[in-house]
């Protein structure tokens, strides 16, 4: 991760020194998950969720409005095959008035790609108002393959609710929100089934689980959350069965893990997958759809 932020900085220090001398370098530090779900003919859909605090970025005023203006990249790059996929957006708000430091814009992006074990992925945030500020966030990350018969989940995607923007997935509008600034109160939980036969007979369990605070120890004031489904499944065209689960359980500040399983009751077959998060405290929050300014491969 170092060596990334070390890169960009590099990089920005070069373009300032020749378009924008007097522009200063600085570090955008802001936050981001990584989700994967099945794509068309044996790729793979990576999508990025991102968020910055505004007071990290350069307002301005523009026809009588404070907007906000901030770029994103997702890059995924095979070391061994040597092929890059990557996504280029531009995201901006414009408002009446300004917004608290700590409010957070959040937005995403998503490439796809084939499965892979030897891939990178990149994410980087610049203020577009600002040369010369942004961040650069690196490290592996293998693509699952969700090619085969067995019984599959996808990864497990955490929004906030009642979402009218955003990411869209089938006929699913999810806002997704990085999971570890996740405010208190209730949150939308998305995942895909696959390879889960049209009438078969299937329960799902989602649990909540507290998990212990930095010194290793769970607070007393905090249990297991338990919750169960259980229905026919009626996959779509794509044989993938979506569900948006609704969480209303008020958890306290504190660190968690979810885990959703979902048992074939006719096959006997089962597949789990969980994900960390964390609930922060309150804060205000506004979904930004980005508006792509590049996708591809090379």
Not at 199 to 226: C, F, K, M, Q
Not at 277 to 293: E, N
Request: charged share 20%; with cysteine.
């Amino acid at each position: 991760m170092f060596r990334g932020l070390l890169s960009l900085l590099c990089a920005l220090t070069a373009m300032s020194a020749v378009g924008e001398p007097e522009a200063a370098v600085r570090p955008l530090p802001f936050f981001y998950d990584l989700y994967t779900f099945r794509g068309d003919a044996g790729a793979t859909d990576v999508v990025a969720s991102f968020a910055v605090p505004v007071g990290r970025l350069q307002k301005e005023n523009w026809d009588d409005q404070v907007r906000y203006r901030f770029d994103v990249t997702l890059v995924l790059s095979d070391t061994v095959l040597q092929a890059v996929y990557r996504a280029d957006d531009s995201v901006y708000v414009s408002l009446p008035y300004a917004l608290e430091g700590d409010h957070l814009l959040h937005t995403q992006v998503e490439v796809q790609a084939p499965p892979s074990v030897t891939t990178v992925h990149r994410v980087v945030m610049t203020d577009a108002t600002t040369p010369g500020v942004g961040q650069l966030y690196d490290s592996p990350f293998p693509i699952p393959d969700y090619r085969g018969t067995h019984l599959m989940l996808s990864d497990v995607a955490l929004g906030r609710p009642d979402a009218t923007a955003g990411w869209t997935r089938g006929g699913v509008t999810l806002a997704l929100f990085p999971t570890s600034q996740f405010p208190e109160g209730a949150f939308d939980v998305f995942y895909e089934v696959y390879n889960l036969p049209s009438g078969n007979r299937y329960v799902t369990e989602v649990s909540i689980e507290p998990l212990g605070n930095r010194s290793g120890r769970a607070r007393e004031d905090r249990s297991t959350v338990h919750t169960r489904f259980s229905g026919e499944s009626a996959p779509g065209p794509d044989g993938a069965l979506a569900e948006l689960r609704r969480v209303e359980a008020s958890l306290p500040e504190g660190r968690y893990r979810l885990t959703v399983t979902v048992t074939d009751r006719d096959s006997g077959q089962t597949a789990s997958r969980s994900r960390l998060f964390q609930i922060q405290g309150w804060r205000g929050a506004t979904m930004v759809p980005a508006l792509p300014r590049r996708v591809g491969a090379s």
